[in-house]
T-cell receptor
Framework: DSGVTQTPKHLITATGQRVTLRCSPR?????VYWYQQSLDQGLQFLIQ???????AKGNILERFSAQQFPDLHSELNLSSLELGDSALYFC???????????????FGPGTRLTVL | AQTVTQSQPEMSVQEAETVTLSCTYD???????LFWYKQPPSRQMILVIR????KQQNATENRFSVNFQKAAKSFSLKISDSQLGDAAMYFC??????????WGAGTKLIIKP
């Protein structure tokens, strides 16, 4: 158990809908990262937050948005869903957002999103 | 931009034998981190081992060790005494100071009993 929690574990929805994925980082971690893993592929970085502020953006669609709240949990919002958005969405956390010996990212169990 | 390449889509090894998974990367940075993560059928992403680029000594974690060749931009993972529980997808990942992980496409490791 990495200490990172994600809810829900599974989500099935229809095209055009909007969903929210939730992530709680490990206790004490200030950075949260979101990744997307499509079927049998590697992970794609979406976005990073550090202590409530957006820190870096990757290949995140305009239909997707995220935020990190004062209690450090984060939410990833996916709207106008398309079939191609079906994927495993991972949240990871780390203590800080810059390089130290403790900057390893620890991953949650993921949320499997199926868009029908 | 940094890239990570895993040239072996699938590898198989006999139980108790040793196997090496390859990873190469491209970067112009001098300071960075490299990781190997394991993803078993449960799809959980599990950290296997980490290497800081400024350290010349290869990292080791029990049966797992790396061969880090900075000049060649190579970062291979050696698994000794392979066990059935080692069967998984293995991903190599690169991280610059401060930002996201850049991932290879993964290598599927099959353990033959």
């Amino acid at each position: 158990d990495s200490g990172v929690t994600q809810t829900p574990k599974h989500l099935i929805t229809a095209t055009g809908q909007r969903v929210t994925l939730r992530c709680s980082p490990r206790s004490g971690d200030l950075s949260v990262y979101w990744y997307q893993q499509s079927l049998d592929q590697g992970l794609q970085f979406l976005i990073q937050y550090y202590n409530g502020e957006e820190r870096a953006k990757g290949n995140i669609l305009e239909r997707f948005s995220a935020q990190q709240f004062p209690d450090l949990h984060s939410e990833l919002n996916l709207s106008s869903l398309e079939l191609g958005d079906s994927a495993l969405y991972f949240c990871a956390s780390s203590p800080r957002s810059w390089g130290t010996s403790s900057d390893t990212q620890y991953f949650g169990p993921g949320t499997r999103l199926t868009v029908l | 931009a940094q890239t990570v390449t895993q040239s072996q889509p699938e590898m198989s090894v006999q139980e108790a034998e040793t196997v090496t998974l390859s990873c190469t990367y491209d970067t112009s940075e001098s300071d960075y981190y490299l990781f190997w993560y394991k993803q078993p059928p449960s799809r959980q992403m599990i950290l296997v081992i980490r290497q800081e680029a400024y350290k010349q000594q290869n990292a080791t974690e029990n049966r797992f060790s790396v061969n880090f060749q900075k000049a060649a931009k190579s970062f291979s993972l050696k698994i000794s005494d392979s066990q059935l529980g080692d069967a998984a997808m293995y991903f190599c990942a690169y991280r610059t100071l401060g930002y996201q992980l850049i991932w290879g496409a993964g290598t599927k490791l099959i353990i033959k009993p």
